[in-house]
């Protein structure tokens, strides 16, 4: 697997509109940074916690998918642990937990400019068929 090809990859779409860029991406690892925007906070000055569980969710997917499998959210659990005020960019990085045949579990740290974290989660991933569409794993390989 190209990993260099697969970050490329990743960089398009959602992603792209959120402003999510995957910085790494190894077996089993990824790292995903966000600058942090007007666009990302809630009323009270604080990044919204669907860009939160966003930033894990793609770190997770990216992981899950270096794997050289389509993979799709099962479920997930995730605990904000403080607000994200003041932010200037957050980082998501991914730790491996459990490689399975169908199955797939990752926790995701979530911490901004400082090191502080803000937020983690368990993301559950499904092994699904090729979808439709390029195929991208093909190409980064």
Do not use: W
């Not at 270096?66 to 200037?88: D, Q």
């Amino acid at each position: 697997m190209d990993f260099e090809k697969l970050k490329e990859l990743r960089n398009v779409g959602f992603n792209r509109e959120v402003g999510i860029v995957t910085a790494a991406i190894s077996e089993g690892y990824a790292r995903v940074e966000v600058e942090i925007g007007p666009q990302h906070v809630n009323p009270i000055g604080s990044v919204h916690g669907g860009v939160l569980f966003t930033i894990a969710d793609t770190t997770a997917g990216a992981a899950a998918t270096s794997r050289g499998r389509y993979m799709t959210t099962m479920s997930s659990s995730m605990n904000f642990l403080r607000p994200a005020i003041g932010c200037k960019k957050l980082t998501g990085e991914s730790r491996e937990i459990k490689v399975g045949k169908q199955v797939c579990v990752y926790e995701v740290t979530i911490t901004d400019e400082t090191g502080r974290e803000i937020a983690v989660a368990t993301m559950t991933f499904h092994a699904i068929p090729r979808t439709s569409g390029e195929d991208f794993l093909k190409l980064a390989r």
